[in-house]
């Protein structure tokens, strides 16, 4: 998982836009939704990806992705108490975790993760977070910290400050409201495609 932009989205519908335009890389966070409609909108998902060659990340849902054979999980630290790290392993999928502060970089890398994401490095109007705006700059140290695995950045990012943190140590940038959010996503997602492949 190395194309450097990651968008997170609400919906699989969602994802049948952003991917036949051009992203490899995208995360589904599906909320309060019955299980039935979590299965379809994974297995459909996951369906569009395919035919693109593009990568699905299945936020939380780490069952219904071990079922529908899914490449990627990303794990919150309250997901990483209850999910069966070893069942993913066994089923060959690879995990994704979050972070905050350095007890949770702790938690995570004691599963051996895939990648680490680490947020809110900025400011976030998404989701009520407990934790101060992590500054480019912890990108850097992080990334020492967790060896060759991809680290990405999360929270509040618009494009100019995604390429910012691309400089400061991260691998990958995870655009959630600058796309879901802005006027008009599809121009703002072929900003972002064009941006951040950029040769440097």
């Not at 309250?78 to 970089?105: F, N, Q």
Request: include cysteine.
């Amino acid at each position: 998982m190395r194309d450097p932009f990651y968008p997170v989205v609400p919906d699989v519908g969602w994802v049948t836009r952003l991917v036949p335009a051009g992203v490899r890389l995208v995360q589904l966070r599906i909320k309060e939704q019955p299980d039935g409609e979590v299965r379809r909108q994974v297995r459909e998902a996951k369906a569009v990806c395919a035919t693109h060659g593009a990568q699905l990340i299945v936020n939380d849902y780490w069952q219904v992705a071990i079922d529908e054979g899914c490449d990627y999980v990303h794990l919150g630290q309250e997901d990483l108490v209850d999910a069966d790290v070893k069942a993913l392993r066994r089923a060959g999928i690879r995990i994704g975790v979050s972070t905050h502060d350095h007890a949770e970089l702790e938690k995570g890398l004691a599963i051996d993760p895939d990648y680490v994401a680490l947020g809110p490095v900025y400011p976030t109007l998404l989701k009520q977070m407990p934790w101060a705006p992590q500054g480019p700059a912890r990108l850097g140290e992080w990334k020492k910290l967790i060896g060759d695995r991809p680290l990405v950045a999360i929270g509040g990012l618009t494009l100019e400050r995604a390429l910012l943190c691309l400089k400061s140590g991260a691998d990958i940038a995870s655009a959630v409201g600058d796309i879901v959010n802005h006027a008009d996503p599809m121009g703002q997602t072929k900003a972002w495609l064009a941006a951040t492949r950029r040769p440097a």
